[in-house]
Every structure is written in C-alpha cells, then in structure tokens.
C-alpha cells in the first residue's frame, strides 16, 4: 500500500535530488554553441586572440565532464553526512550546493567569467553525488519490501524527467537563445525550494532512528506515517532482528566492508552494475545528443526538437519500469535491458556507416537511439540503485553506496571526458565500445545476480552465502565481525512472550 506521505516524500526527496541530476546531465547539450561562443570571446577579450579548436574542444569537454568529478567528492563524504544528519536531513542540506552552483553558473555570462560556470558544474556536481546516494539509501529505507523496487524506481523516473525538462526548456522558443542560457541554469534553484519546505515535514527514515539512534519512539511514528496504519510491531520487529546479535549498530568502514567475505559478491556486483551503468553509452548521447544527431545526418533546425523526443522516450520506459519491476523482478529486467542495447548499437553502428549510401538510414539511427534509451531506462537506468539499497544491511549501506557512487562518477566522468576524442578517433564504430560493455555486463549479470525481488535483507543475504563460500551462520556473524554478543546478552535486550497462540515481541 502506497500511504500518502510515502508517495510525497519519495516525490519531494527525487525532485530536489535525482531530478537535479538528470536535468543537470541534459542541460548544456541545448545551448553548447552559445557557451562555446562565450568561452571564446572571454578568452578573447582577456588574452587579445581566439583560442584553436582543440583547446576550446578539451575547455568543453572539462566543462562538461567536471560535473562528475563533483560527484565524486559527493560520493565519498556522503557516509559521514548520513550517518550525523540522518538520510532526511541529509538531503535537505544538500541543497546549499544545488542552490550555491546555481548562482555561479546562472550569473557566469554576467560576471565575464567561464570559470564561475565550471566551478558551478564541480558544486552542482557534489549536490547529485551526494543525493544519489542519500535518495536511494532514503526510500529502500521507508518502504515495505512489498514495493521497495518500484519505489527505489522513482529515482529513475525523476533523473528522465529532469533530463527532459532540460530539453524541453533549452528549446529555442524557450531558453535556448544566446541571451537566455543562462536562465537554464538558475532554474535549478525551483526544486531545490520546493524540498526544503517540504521534506523536513517528513519523518526521518525509521530504520535509520531504531538501529543507529535507538529512538524507538520515532522509528514507530515514522513507521505509523509511511504505512499509513497505527500496529507497526511487525514491521519494528522485523527491523529489529536484522540487527538481533548486536547491541549497538555500528558503521562499517568502506575498508571493512572490501574485507568482509560475507558481503564479497554483493560489492562486486555493485561494482560491475553502476560500472556499466554510466559506461554503457546513454551518459555519451545525453551529452552529446544534438553531434550525435549532426553526424546522423539530421537538419540542424530540427535537432532540438528530435532530441525533445529522446527525453519522452526514456521518461515512459522508467514508469513502465517502476509498474513492472515488483511482477517481472530485478534480474530480467536489467539482463534484458542491456541485452537489447548491444543488439540497437550494433544497428546503429551499420545504418551510420551506410547513411549516405540510402536516404532512409538516418531515419533508423533515431529509431535506434531512442530505442537504446528505451532499452537503458526499462532496467539498467535505475535497478543499480535498488540493488544497492537491497543487498546490504544496515550498517553497511553507507559504506556500499560510498563504493557504488565512486564508481558510478568515475565513469561518469570518463565518458563525458573521453566520448568526444573517442567518436572522433572511431568514428561511426565508436558505439562497439559500448555494445562491448553491455555484453559484459549482461553475462556477468545472467550468472551471479539472484533475484532479490519481495525479499527481506537477510534473505538476500542468505541467497549470496553459497557464492561467497561462507555457511549461513558465518554470513550472520561477518555482518557484525566486532559486535557479537553472547546469547545471555541478547536475551537481556529482546524478549518474547507468547500470549493466546500469538508472539509478542518488544525491547527490554
């Protein structure tokens, strides 16, 4: 069941958050020719002579690229931040950054200065590092596992959503003239306001109060809140014996966690997943849609509105995705997905290399790229995130979306650096590479991923414990190597009762 604060906070925590980073990853395809054309005059204007082409090439592509170096500062101070603040909270004070490089890149025109834009996309760049992490940590949190992928799903959908928002408004009628760019990047302060007064009206994630703050009071009010119903033991109880043989939960360092060998396989898969995730290629044609486009043969004054059409494609494949995730699970959609993607690369590879030997090819290299995306936003778009959240309990989560994030923006990063010098190195075949990491990923996925769909964490646990060579009892003692405690403790914390036939459980 889909209570009404868990359907506004998981909407209020995506639109300042997940959002942001998709409209952020589509927002300088639009209007690159005008901030290229204002590179260039500034240089001009402070040195006396034009920069050459390949200089203003690398300045782009670092403009670009640099949003992931950004997140992956994010990434990795995201740990200590949640574990302070809490996920909530974390989230609402992320919104300095969104609001301060929002500043920066909006006024950069103004000031004469490229630098304040490329300092606002590093900024803008730790406000999605740090939310792509706290987001999904957040709502794998507060929901039931009934729907805990379709509601890890809201992250997707809300990244396609802002990388349609930022083709639509970067549309010529719109902002997407050389004296309104700037707009473009000021509009990114909306959301970020919209979730400061909103979310700190929602309660903080239950499971984050009970295991790492103790207070039983408001995990159960949280609980009330989001299932929408006043008896929560079950689900405190359930909770509660995720964490049966520790006292206190402690965080586990990312270099605990890489030395836990009930956990090995779960990091790796995290690794090969977010991996893929960002080297798979959409990251490369978000980027750089309207060259893409160019080369493919496509009437420059139509390119803003054949890119409009890439962003509604992959904004219905993430709801469909959030629809079907609970019925088909995890596992068929993300080794289906990037199944398809190798087979419509490799269309596209051919029908770009024969577009001007029949009329009709450019025609079907849109058709792929939109079928690509599709492909992409059915499974790979926003499962990795789900799994994270799934694979891990809860004191090792922060440390395994640490690890998740540094991957995930350090392939970021090399995609948007790299794309360009590849596709001009390779030329129409440079979408092979891409075909080849999806190929990868497919395989690895379709022999080690089970399915963790409508599973508790420790299911998922127990399902990994063969693969990681470890019986079920050691996968229970290395989740907490320091903390545990003797039976005779555990009894003085956790009683039972049974009373008419039912088991009443509570904390002493």
Known sequence: NWSGSLIVASLTGAFGSSFLYGYNLSVVNAPSVYIKKFYNETWERRYGFSMDESTLTLLWSVTVSIFAIG???????????????????????????????????????????FEMLILGRV??????????????????????????????????????????????????EIFGQESRWPYLFGAIIVPSLIQVVILPFLPESPRYLLLEKHDTSRAEKAFQTFLGKDDVSHEVEEVLAESRVQRNTKLVSVLQLLRTRAVRWQVITVVVTMGCYQLCGLNAIWYYTNNIFSEAGINHKT????????????????????????????????????????????????????????YWLPYLSIFCILAIIASFCTGPGGIPFVLTGEFFQQSQRPAAFMIAGTVNWLSNFAVGLLFPFIQNGLQTYCFLVFAGICFAGATYLFFVLPETKNKTFHEISQAFAKRNKV??????????PEERKSSAEQESNFTSAVDNGETKKGIV
């Open 71 to 113: 997140g992956l500062v994010g990434a990795i101070i995201v740990t200590p931040i949640v574990k302070v603040f809490g996920r909530k909270c974390t989230l609402v004070l992320n919104n300095v950054f969104a609001v301060t490089a929002a500043l920066l890149m909006s006024l950069s025109l103004l000031a004469g200065s």
């Open 123 to 172: 900024i803008m760049g730790v406000d999605a590092g740090i939310s792509l992490s706290a987001l999904p940590m957040y709502l794998s949190e507060i929901s039931p596992k009934e729907i805990r992928g379709s509601l890890g799903q809201v992250t997707a959908i809300f990244i396609c959503i802002g990388v349609f928002t930022g083709q639509v408004l970067g549309l010529p």
């Open 303 to 358: 390119i803003p509105y054949v890119t409009l059409s890439t962003g509604a494609v992959e904004t219905v494949a993430a709801v469909f995705s959030g629809l079907v995730i609970e019925r088909l699970g995890r596992r068929p959609l993300l080794i289906g997905g990037f199944g398809l993607m190798i087979v419509f690369f490799t269309v596209l590879t051919v029908s770009l290399t024969l577009q001007n030997t029949v």
């Open 471 to 480: 019986s079920l009892e050691m996968q229970d003692m290395n989740h907490y």
